[in-house]
T-cell receptor, first 115, second 116 residues
Framework: DTGVSQDPRHKITKRGQNVTFRCDPI?????LYWYRQTLGQGPEFLTY????????KSRLLSDRFSAERPKGSFSTLEIQRTEQGDSAMYLC?????????????FGSGTQLSVL | AQSVAQPEDQVNVAEGNPLTVKCTYS??????LFWYVQYPNRGLQFLLK??????LVKGSYGFEAEFNKSQTSFHLKKPSALVSDSALYFC??????????????FGRGTSLIVHP
């Protein structure tokens, strides 16, 4: 079990630039989640994939955000025209196939700072 | 809609004393409930879950949680706190109502500080 891997760990960008984050879930996990966490808050749901299908998106996910999971393995989260309010920790999690009460396995996150 | 409340931003306890971190929830159907812990610069780690059955659930690192349906609560407990337990603790809930999603909703977290 190599765990959920996220890359990069830290990203500093200027306002208006585009950024892309990558998440590699645990290999046999078919479910993948993106959350955003700001200081003093719990993780807020962004989007969810089952295999390659994006099944749910939060209203937090504005049209500047897009996520993909093209082959049902790794996933990318892109933010276009970044704003200072996008500064946060972006967490990826995965869970195995099966019941809905499976625990989530989280990566260490990507810390985004928009200057 | 499902929601979670963690009424305490911070809990302070002396090492060796019992600890409680509070969580209340709101769902339409029956809940699936979870506790996760987050250490600095790390992702969340699963501690324990309640699905059905015994109201007292035991988890990792000596933690346990008690499900109380009438009070819609799922408080995290440990009989004897360790300094190494100091971390952020998150409660999460998922509704089991038909047609619901697989997406857990998290509380805002409680910072547990255990003093030597």
């Amino acid at each position: 079990d190599t765990g959920v891997s996220q890359d990069p760990r830290h990203k500093i960008t200027k306002r208006g630039q585009n950024v892309t984050f990558r998440c590699d879930p645990i290999s046999e996990h078919n479910r993948l989640y993106w959350y955003r966490q700001t200081l003093g808050q719990g993780p807020e749901f962004l989007t969810y994939f089952q295999n390659e299908a994006q099944l749910e998106k939060s209203r937090l996910l504005s049209d500047r955000f897009s996520a993909e999971r093209p082959k049902g393995s790794f996933s990318t989260l892109e933010i276009q025209r970044t704003e200072q309010g996008d500064s946060a920790m972006y967490l990826c999690a995965s869970s195995p196939p099966g019941t809905a009460y499976e625990k989530l396995f989280f990566g260490s996150g990507t810390q985004l700072s928009v200057l | 809609a499902q929601s979670v409340a963690q009424p305490e931003d911070q809990v302070n306890v002396a090492e060796g004393n019992p600890l409680t971190v509070k969580c209340t929830y709101s769902v339409s159907g029956n809940p699936y409930l979870f506790w996760y812990v987050q250490y600095p610069n790390r992702g969340l780690q699963f501690l324990l879950k309640y699905i059905t059955g015994d109201n007292l659930v035991k988890g990792s690192y000596g933690f346990e949680a008690e499900f109380n349906k009438s009070q819609t609560s799922f408080h995290l407990k440990k009989p004897s706190a360790l300094v190494s337990d100091s971390a952020l603790y998150f409660c999460a809930v998922r509704d089991t109502k038909a047609g619901g999603s697989y997406i857990p909703t998290f509380g805002r977290g409680t910072s547990l500080i255990v003093h030597p």
